[in-house]
C-alpha cells in the first residue's frame, strides 16, 4: 500500500506516530548542550623543554631541533612550528583536522622518547600535552580587595574558599587563581659572608635538601601492637632553617643564619594583574570536555552569588569575561529570526490560499520538520550551536516547499472536482517523484560539504546533518501528515477557488512572457548568460576573507612591548592603556595581565597568555551590540588611536573565532625561511617596511625584533680547568646565584611553600657584581666569577622561531576596512620587488592559508555538488540532456550571489561558500517540479509548447509560494543584528540573493532552454 493512501485511509496510527515523534523530540531538546560551534577542537599537540640557563640559540641546536625532528616524523602531522627562549622551548604540532588526537599524541610521546638520548642530561624531560579548547576557561574574574588586605592573603583566601567551592561545581574541571603574590621562603645569601665562611651556594643548598625530611623506618612489633617507626625532620618554623648547620669542622659549625637571611616572604613578582584598575588576583574557570557550556556558566554565576554573600565586605568579585555571553546572544538571534522567518512562511502561504486551515496544516509540517531534528543532532552527539541552529532557521522557508507542492495540487484536484480523499491520494501521488527528486537534490549537496577537509568540513558538517534530516522529515510530512489533513478539511465538498483577481493577473502576465521567451529563445538565452558573465565580472569586486570577523561584547587584546623593557615600565605602559580603555563609552569592564604568566611555557607555545615581563593581556567588556553605536573593531580602532604606539610596540585586537577556528593566528601571517638569524632580521625588516605602507595592514608585529640585552659570560675554558671548575658548574651557579633553586618544601598548617635559596637582592641587582660570584672548586677554594671568565655586555635574540625545521621570521598583522584576500595580493605584489638570497623562500601563512584551503576545497565540493546533483537528475528523467535544462537555473541563481554580496559589501567567506553550496541543491527544485510537469503533459498527449505554457501556468503558485516562503524565511537572518550575527548572516544573504534571481530567471528562461535542448535530443535521436 502506498505511504499516502495508508495515511489518508488510517489517521489515528499517523497521528500516534506524530504524537511519539514530537515526545521525543522534546526530551531530545532537553538533553542537548549549548555551545558555539561544533567540536572544533585544533588539532595541536605541545611538546615542552626546559634545560636551564641556556640560551635560545643553544636551546635550539641542542634540543628544539632534535624534538621537532621526532615530532614530524609521527603520520598526520600537517605543521611543526617551535618556539626557543632563554631555558626553554616549546613545539607545537599540528595535525590534520580529521586526524585522531589521542593517537596522534601518543604516538608524539613514543617519538620523543625515543630522542631523550640525543638531549643533554641536562634537559628536563619534555612534557606532551595536547591542546583542548574545552580546557580553557569559560569564565574570567577579577578579585580585589578596598581594605588594603595584601595579595598574598587575597590570593591564599580566594584559592581556599572560591577557588575550591568553584572547582566541586558539576562540569567544571579546574579553578586556577593567578596572579597576586604566592607565599615562598626565601633563603637570602650574602656573597660576601659566604667567601670569609668559606661556604658554597651548593653546600647551602644542600644541607637544607638534607635536613628537611620526614622517613619512614620500617615498624616495630611489641607486644600485641604495631609500631610505626617514623623519622620527623621537618622544618617547623623559621628559626629552625635558620640553625639548620651548612658544615661542622674542627669544633666550629657554620649555620644557615651566618651566610643569609631567612625571609618568610613571596616568590619573585614576574607579573601584575589588575580589574578596573585595582591591583588584583585572577580566577579561571574551565569546563570539562563536553559539558554544556552556558548550564557550566550559569553554576558558576550562581555559586559566585552564593560565594560573595559569605565574603569579606573589602573583597569585591568582578566577571569580567565569559564565553557564554556570545553563545547565548546568538542562539537568541537565531531563536528570533527563525521566529520571523516562521511568521513570514506562515502569511506567504495565507496570502496565495486565502485558507487559515490549509496556513495551519502547513504550519504543522513546518513545526514537526524543524523539532524532529533535535533527535538527529542529540543522537549524533553534536549540540545546539550556531552551525546546527543556522541549519534550522535556514531550513524554515523552504522545509515546507514539499508541503506547498502537495497541498498546492491537492486543491487544484478539489476545485476541478474530484472527492477530497480521493484527491489527497491522487495528487499527492502525481507530485511524488518531483518532491522526491528535488529533495534528493538538495540533501546531496551536503555529501560533499561533509567530506571538506578541516575546520569546513567540521563546520558544514553540523549544519548539513541538520538540514538534510529536517528535508527528509518534510518530505516524510508531505507524504504522511498533509494528505489526511487535507482531505479531511475539504471533506465538505467542492472547495472554492482561493485564488483572488491579483494573481490571476499575474498568472496572465506571466503566460504572457513565457510566450514572449518562446518565441525569441536565443535571445533570451543570451541575455541571460549575458547577465551570468556580468556578474563573474561583478564576483571579481568582491573580498574575499576565510571567517567574518565579530562584533563581541567581549574582547581580548595582546600586548608585545619592547624586548628587554622591565616589568616595572611594562605594568606603566598597560596603566596608561587601561585608562584609554576605561574612557571609551561602551566600557564595562576590565581585567589586565603584564608580565611572565604562571604558565608561561604552555602560554608560550599556544600564545594564549603573556609569556615574558614585556608583554601583557587585557579582557575587556563592552555594553551589548545594541546598546551602542560603534561596532568592536571601531572601539578597538579608537583604543589603538589612544595609546602610545611607540616603535617596537604592537597591541592587536582577537575575537572568539580567531582561538576556536584559527588557534590564535592573526589574518596575515607572512613568513620568511632561511637560516642566518642576521639575514633573517634585515630581510624582516625590509618586509615590514614594505607591509606598513599597504593599505589595511594594521597591528604589525615582527617575530625577530631586535635583542634582549645580556651581560654574557664568556669562560676561559682553559683558566677553568686548570681549577677544576667546569662550563656546568659555572652556568649552576649563576642560576641559583640570580634565579634561585627549589631547596625543600616549608610545611605548615597543610600547606606547602617552596624554599628558595639566591643571592640577597643587593648581590643580584648590580651588573657590577656578576664577577663576584663564587665558584667553588674541587679542592674545596672559592674563586670569583671574573677570574675564569669575562663578562660582556651583549645583544641576543630573546626567540627563535622555526617552523617545518627551518628558522622563520614571522611578520603577523590584522586587516582593517579591507578584505583579507585584497590586502594579502597587494602584498605580495610589491614583496616581489624583495631581493632574497639563495635558501630563502617566502609564503603566506595564518587566516590566509586557511582561506586558501577553504577556497580549494570548496571549489572541488561545488564540482562534485554540481556533478552528483546532475546525476540524480539524469536518473530521474532517464536522459544526459535534460538535466542540462534544470541545470540553467544555477548560474542563474549565481547571478543573484553576486549582485547582493557586491551590493551589502559581504565578503566570499567560508559562510558564503556553505550558502553557495546550499543553494545549488535548492535552485534546481523549481526547475524539477516545472520540467516534470511538462513531460507528464506531454506524456498525456499535448504538444510541447502548450505543454510548456500550460505547465508553467499551472506550476506557477507552488514555485511562488515555495521560493517567496524561502526568501522571507530567510530575510529576517539577513537584516536583523544581533550577537553572531556576522557568522551566519553570510550564508542567508548569499541564499537570500540567489534565490530572488533563480526563482524569476527560472520561469522564464529555463523553458526556453529546455524548448531548445528538446530540440538537440530529437535531432541527436534522428541521426541514429
Partial sequence: ?????????????????????????????????????????????????????????????????????????????????????????????????????????????????????????????????????????????GIYSTGGRDLRTLRKFIKDTVGKRMTALPGVASAAV???????????????????????????????????????????????????????????????????????????????????????????VRSHSRTNGHDSVLLTVAKEPGANTVQVVDRITAEMEEVQKTLPPDIKVVHVYDTSRLIRGALEHLAYSSFWGFFFAAAII??????????????FAMVFSVIATFIVIYFFGDTLNVMTLSGIALSIGHIVDNAIVVVENIIRRIEGGEPSFSAAKTGTSEVLLAISASTLASIIVFLPMALSPGATGILTRSLGITVVFSMLISLLVAVTLVPPLAAREFRGGERKKAEHHFFDRIRGWYVAAIEGVLNNRGKSILGAAGLFAAALVLMQFVGTEYIPKLDESDGTAVIKLEPGLSLKDADAFMRDMEKVVA??????????????????????????????????????????????????????????????????????????????????????????????????????????????????????????????????????????SRLGITVEQIAATVDTAFL?????????????????????????????????????????????????????????????????????????????????????????????????????????????????????????????????????????????????????????????????????????????????????????????????????????????????????????RPILMGSLTTILGLLPLSVLKGDGYEIFAPISITLLGGMLTSTFLTLLVVPAWYSLIDEWAAKIKKKR
Avoid at 500500500?1 to 500516534?16: E, G
Avoid at 564595562?588 to 615574558?612: C, H, N, Q, W, Y
Fill in 583 to 720: 574612557s571609551q563609552p561602551e566600557y564595562v569592564s576590565m581585567l589586565s595581565m603584564v608580565g611572565r604568566s604562571e604558565k608561561s611555557t604552555i602560554d608560550m607555545v599556544f600564545g594564549i597568555a603573556p609569556a615574558d615581563v614585556n608583554e601583557g593581556e587585557m579582557y575587556f567588556e563592552l555594553k551589548p551590540a545594541a546598546e551602542r553605536t560603534r561596532g568592536f573593531r571601531e572601539i578597538c580602532d579608537s583604543i589603538s588611536g589612544g595609546i602610545n604606539l611607540r616603535e617596537g610596540v604592537v597591541v592587536y585586537f582577537m575575537d572568539t573565532l580567531d582561538w576556536f577556528l584559527g588557534g590564535g593566528e592573526r589574518p596575515i601571517e607572512l613568513k620568511i625561511f632561511g637560516n642566518d638569524l642576521e639575514e633573517l632580521q634585515k630581510l624582516g625588516a625590509e618586509a615590514e617596511t614594505i607591509m606598513r605602507d599597504v593599505k589595511g595592514v594594521t597591528d604589525l608585529d615582527n617575530s625577530l625584533k631586535p635583542g634582549k640585552p645580556e651581560l654574557q659570560i664568556k669562560i676561559d675554558r682553559e683558566k677553568a
Fill in 178 to 268: 593567578q596572579g597576586g603574590l604566592e607565599r615562598e621562603i626565601l633563603i637570602e645569601v650574602d656573597r660576601d659572608r659566604l667567601k670569609s665562611r668559606n661556604v658554597t651556594l651548593e653546600q647551602v643548598s644542600d644541607s637544607l635538601k638534607r635536613q628537611n625530611l620526614d622517613y619512614p623506618g620500617g615498624h616495630m612489633d611489641v607486644g600485641r601492637n604495631e609500631f610505626i617507626v617514623r623519622t620527623k625532620g621537618k622544618y617547623a618554623s623559621l628559626a629552625d632553617i635558620e640553625n639548620t648547620i651548612i658544615r661542622a669542622k674542627d669544633g666550629g659549625a657554620v649555620y644557615i643564619k651566618d651566610v643569609a637571611a631567612v625571609k618568610d616572604s613571596y616568590q619573585e
Fill in 740 to 956: 634561585g633553586e627549589k631547596s625543600g618544601k616549608y610545611r605548615e598548617a597543610g600547606e606547602e611553600y617552596n624554599i628558595r635559596v639566591k643571592y640577597s637582592q643587593a648581590d643580584r641587582n648590580d651588573p657590577e657584581k656578576l664577577g663576584s660570584v663564587l665558584i667553588a672548586a674541587p679542592d674545596g677554594s672559592q674563586h670569583y666569577l671574573h677570574e675564569v671568565a669575562d663578562m660582556v655586555k651583549g645583544i641576543g635574540p630573546s626567540r627563535i622561531n622555526r617552523e617545518e625545521q627551518r628558522r622563520v621570521v614571522v611578520l603577523s598583522a590584522n586587516v582593517t576596512g579591507r578584505d583579507l584576500g585584497g590586502t594579502v595580493d597587494e602584498i605580495k605584489h610589491r614583496l616581489s620587488a624583495l631581493s632574497l638570497p639563495e635558501g630563502y623562500t617566502i609564503m603566506c601563512g595564518g587566516g590566509y592559508e586557511d582561506m586558501q584551503e577553504m577556497q580549494a576545497a570548496m571549489v572541488l565540493t561545488v564540482a562534485l555538488v554540481i556533478l552528483l546533483v546532475y546525476l540524480v537528475m539524469t536518473a530521474q528523467f532517464e536522459s544526459f540532456l535534460q538535466p542540462l535544462a534544470i541545470f540553467f537555473s544555477v548560474p542563474m541563481a549565481l547571478i543573484g550571489v553576486a549582485v547582493i554580496l557586491f551590493l551589502t559589501n559581504t565578503t566570499l567567506s567560508l559562510m558564503s561558500f556553505i550558502g553557495i553550496l546550499i543553494l545549488v541543491g535548492l535552485a534546481v527544485n523549481n526547475a524539477i517540479i516545472l520540467i516534470d510537469y511538462i513531460n507528464r503533459l506531454r506524456k498525456s498527449g499535448m504538444e510541447k509548447r502548450e505543454a510548456i505554457i500550460r505547465a508553467g501556468s499551472i506550476r506557477l
Fill in 350 to 363: 495565507y496570502v496565495f490560499l486565502l485558507s487559515v486551515k490549509t496556513t495551519l496544516t502547513m504550519m
Fill in 1 to 141: 500500500m502506498k505511504l499516502a493512501d495508508f495515511s489518508v485511509d488510517h489517521p489515528v496510527p499517523v497521528a500516534v506516530a506524530y504524537i511519539v515523534l514530537f515526545v521525543l523530540s522534546m526530551l531530545a531538546l532537553t538533553r542537548l548542550s549549548l555551545d558555539l560551534l561544533p567540536d572544533t577542537d585544533y588539532p595541536v599537540v605541545a611538546i615542552m623543554a626546559r634545560y636551564r640557563g641556556v640560551a635560545p640559540e643553544e636551546m635550539e641546536k641542542l634540543v628544539a631541533e632534535h624534538l621537532e625532528a621526532a615530532a614530524a616524523s609521527v603520520d598526520g602531522v600537517r605543521k611543526v612550528k617551535t618556539v626557543s627562549l632563554q631555558g626553554e622551548c616549546g613545539i607545537m604540532v599540528e595535525f590534520e583536522w580529521e586526524a585522531d588526537l589521542n593517537v596522534g599524541a601518543q604516538d608524539v610521546r613514543n617519538q620523543i622518547e625515543l630522542a631523550l638520548d640525543s638531549l643533554p642530561r641536562e634537559v628536563e624531560r619534555p612534557v606532551v600535552l595536547k591542546f583542548d579548547m574545552d580546557l580553557l576557561p569559560v569564565a574570567y574574574y
